[in-house]
């Protein structure tokens, strides 16, 4: 009889600890899927992208560059979404960089994800990044704090 009540404590507990991971899990994939693709404000001063690290010119007003690689299935969708927006927008350049091939920049802006995408100001410095697919709404309105960033500051 103790032995019986022994397996069924362990038997117990071993449906209390799966269903603690199961509830762990959920949480933190629904918080990770609310944050992807989110255009964030960066916190760190982060020096200024010149056009010779992008191999490119910078936007007249903003600058989207977008961390790509070769079987990214969201990069796609989000170089399109990029595309449309720079456009749309007078003065936006899109600029998209195989991360795979430039790794002292993957490293320097902290790219742990494909797609990333910075925004840049009219000077090169890195106000919002998105790590996954951003929503084009998302998109434009980070250009709209971009634009109000600039004439605060001048």
């Known amino acids: ?15 209390l600890v799966l269903c603690v991971t199961l509830a762990a899990g959920l ?7 609310r944050r992807s693709g ?6 760190s001063e982060m020096d200024l992208v010149a056009a010779g690290d992008l191999g490119a010119e910078l936007g007249e007003r903003a ?12 990069c796609r969708a989000t170089r399109r979404i990029l595309s449309e ?5 007078p003065g936006v350049r899109h600029v998209e ?16 994800r494909t797609p990333t995408v910075l925004v840049l100001d009219q000077g090169g410095r890195v106000v919002k990044k998105a790590s996954g697919q951003p929503r084009k709404a998302d998109v434009i309105a980070a250009l709209g704090f971009t634009a109000s960033h600039e004439s605060d500051s001048t």
């Not at 949480?27 to 899927?33: D, E, K, P, S, T």
């Not at 600058?63 to 969201?74: E, I, N």
Request: hydrophobic letters at 50%; charged letters at 20%; glycine letters at 4%.
């Open 1 to 15: 009889m103790a032995a019986r009540r022994h397996v069924l404590s362990q038997a117990m507990t071993g449906l």
């Open 63 to 74: 600058t989207l560059v977008q961390f790509s690689t070769a079987f990214c299935q969201p």
């Open 38 to 43: 989110a255009v964030r404000a960066v916190r």
């Open 27 to 33: 949480i933190v994939g629904l918080a990770m899927r």
């Open 97 to 112: 960089i195989d991360a795979e091939s430039r790794l002292d920049l993957v490293r320097r802006f902290d790219v742990t």
């Open 85 to 89: 927006v720079s456009g749309m927008v």
